[in-house]
């Protein structure tokens, strides 16, 4: 089992920045993927930003040059820096990885509880 713990979220001003984390924990074999997707009310949920465990990393075009993704594999953890922060923005973003952990042989998607990020003047 492994429970993902995002935090980070606020509300902040149009041109501001936030940082999100999302800290893995359990019985952890490995972390392959972790992304943060963002859900806006009545709209699908979409993946902003995901990071493999070698590094290579994907942005949605809409947040591309104004968020980072970064990850620290000794601390189980996906960081999201988000700068340049636009009303559209506004979201709940939740953290997903796909792990492997000790009472499985298989890897699985998990699911943070997710953290509002409010952009508002």
């Known amino acids: 089992q492994v429970q993902l713990v995002e935090s980070g979220g606020g509300l902040v001003q149009p041109g501001g920045s936030l940082r999100l984390s999302c800290a893995a924990s359990?019985?952890?074999?490995?972390?392959?993927?972790m992304g943060w997707y963002r859900q806006a009310p009545g709209k699908q949920r979409e993946l902003a930003a995901s990071?493999?465990?070698?590094?290579?990393?994907n942005y949605a075009d809409s947040v591309k040059g104004r968020f980072t993704i970064s990850r620290d594999n000794a601390k189980n953890t996906v960081y999201l820096q988000m700068n340049s922060l636009k009303p559209e923005d506004t979201a709940v973003y939740s953290c997903?990885?796909?792990?492997?952990?000790?009472?499985?042989?298989?890897?699985?998607?998990?699911w943070g509880q997710g953290t509002q990020v409010t952009v508002s003047s």
């Open positions: 997903n990885a796909q792990a492997q952990s000790t009472s499985d042989w298989l890897s699985r998607s998990y």
């Open positions: 359990g019985n952890i074999v490995r972390i392959y993927t």
């Open positions: 990071i493999t465990s070698g590094g290579t990393i």
